[in-house]
């Protein structure tokens, strides 16, 4: 068991018997009258967000998840269809991928999230290359500073079709290096 004064942002704990991450955590008050910490924590179970105030000698058991290398392997609505080198599958929601959907491709190779032996959700890559299937033409003199325009990536899922800002030299075709945590084109891939 750990006090609200020794989490930080990113642990995960047990809240009314619920997963929750602490997404962020703000501290108000004094060594005189005690600390107050406020979390904006999200289930990892229903990705549904949340808002607690905490006192500082509030205790929390802390979780540790187990995870695992996974390849994606296919959509079957409404879930996605990973497997692990022993060719064991593992079956998560839509909704408990979060921004993981913009990025999925087939055979991608990702890890596997896992809270009571089941798949609650994916991490991926920090970085990760994409093909850029659409792309405005450059407009010629249209190149004085640093201007961005919007590249649709190749995904697994035409709903999840995701744009990404580029920088004007980057066309169709062309791939592309990706930083899956700020959503930013790195570099010409």
């Known amino acids: 068991m750990k006090s609200a ?28 009258t005690g600390f107050t910490y406020k ?15 905490f006192r500082g000698d509030d205790k929390f058991d802390v979780v540790v998840l187990d995870k695992k290398p ?6 079957a609505d409404p879930l996605f269809v990973f497997m692990d080198a022993d060719y ?25 999230v896992f809270y009571d032996n089941k798949a609650i959700s994916v991490e991926l ?5 994409r093909k850029v299937v659409y792309s405005e033409p450059t ?6 500073g640093n201007i961005l325009k919007e590249a ?5 899922i035409e709903a999840n079709k995701h744009t990404v800002m580029v920088p004007l030299f980057i ?17 010409r891939g």
């Open 5 to 32: 004064k020794e989490i930080r942002v990113g642990n995960i704990i047990m809240v009314d018997s619920k997963p929750m991450i602490v997404l962020r955590s703000d501290v108000n008050g004094s060594s005189r």
């Open 39 to 53: 979390w904006k924590m999200k289930s990892l179970l229903t990705n549904s967000p949340q808002e607690n105030v």
């Open 70 to 75: 996974v390849i994606y392997s296919y959509f």
């Open 88 to 112: 064991e599958q593992y079956e998560i929601e839509e909704e408990n991928l979060g921004d993981a959907l913009r990025y999925l491709k087939d055979g991608m190779e990702c890890e596997a």
């Open 125 to 129: 890559p920090t970085t990760i290359v």
């Open 139 to 144: 407009v010629r003199g249209n190149t004085s």
């Open 152 to 156: 649709k990536i190749e995904n697994a």
């Open 171 to 187: 066309s169709s075709g062309d791939k592309i290096e990706i930083d899956t945590r700020t959503n930013e084109f790195k570099r």
